[in-house]
């Protein structure tokens, strides 16, 4: 069963505008950890943001934050501010609460119209 | 050189070649990583060592064999390969494996090795 599901193959968003990518995932276990990677076409995964499973508030990193909603099973990233340069791939990725697996979404292609 | 690099960035070998991708991480961290991505699927998470020794292996054909040496550099030999296993190959590292002490224990990419299978 797919562990991590991003439903949004491609969104566009005008510059200087918020975005939401959506991401659920699947887990029965009490610990596990969210993350979301920028992967530009150069190819390199850049991290963006985490939050635990346990994190009461929600992650922010500067212009990213995680909108997470525990009983949904759901953490989108919002972006605020877009700029052309956040044109790329993201991925939402969870670990589990081994430390040993990573699953990795099929990822939100991202682009910014100036 | 800093944070993660692989070589090569392109490959393109015979299904009857043998070719080794080699990564190399400058972060001090405990844990490495091999994906493979490829086009419209979820990267794959391939093999996980952790201190030098594999704790994770996810069903990966015996074509691929990895090697770590060292907490530094990790490899991976490719033999006999198929036209399938075209894709980019990322390797990654981490802090360690699971967060602790308010770490998150993000991990680290390369730029990744596109590899071609004729």
């Known amino acids: 069963a797919q562990k991590i599901t991003q439903t949004q193959p491609g969104m566009f968003v005008q510059e200087k505008e918020a975005v939401t990518l959506d991401c659920t995932y699947d887990?029965?276990?009490?610990?596990?950890?969210l993350f979301w990677y920028k992967q530009p076409s150069s190819g390199e995964m850049i991290f963006l943001i985490y939050?635990?499973?346990?994190?009461?508030q929600n992650a922010t990193e500067g212009r990213y934050s995680l909108n997470f909603q525990k009983a949904r099973k759901s953490a989108n990233l919002v972006i605020s501010a877009s700029q052309l340069g956040d044109s790329a791939m993201y991925f939402c990725a969870m670990r589990d609460n081994t430390g040993n697996q990573f699953y990795f979404g099929t990822g939100t292609s991202l682009t910014v119209i100036p | 050189e800093t944070g993660v690099t692989q070589t090569p960035r392109h490959l393109v070998m015979g299904m009857t070649n043998k070719k080794s991708l080699k990564c190399e991480q400058h972060?001090?961290?405990?844990?490495m990583y091999w994906y493979k991505q490829s086009a419209k699927k979820p990267l794959e998470l391939m093999f996980v060592?952790?201190?030098?020794?594999?704790?994770e292996n996810n069903s990966v054909p015996s074509r691929f064999s990895p090697e770590c040496p060292n907490s530094s550099h990790l490899f991976l030999h490719l033999h006999t390969l198929q036209p399938e296993d075209s894709a980019l190959y990322l390797c990654a590292s981490s802090q360690d494996m699971v967060a602790s002490g308010g770490t998150y224990n993000e991990q680290f990419f390369g730029p990744g090795t596109r590899l071609t299978v004729l």
């Open positions: 972060l001090g961290h405990n844990a």
């Open positions: 060592y952790s201190l030098e020794e594999r704790v």
């Open positions: 939050q635990g499973s346990y994190d009461q």
């Open positions: 887990t029965s276990d009490p610990s596990y950890g």
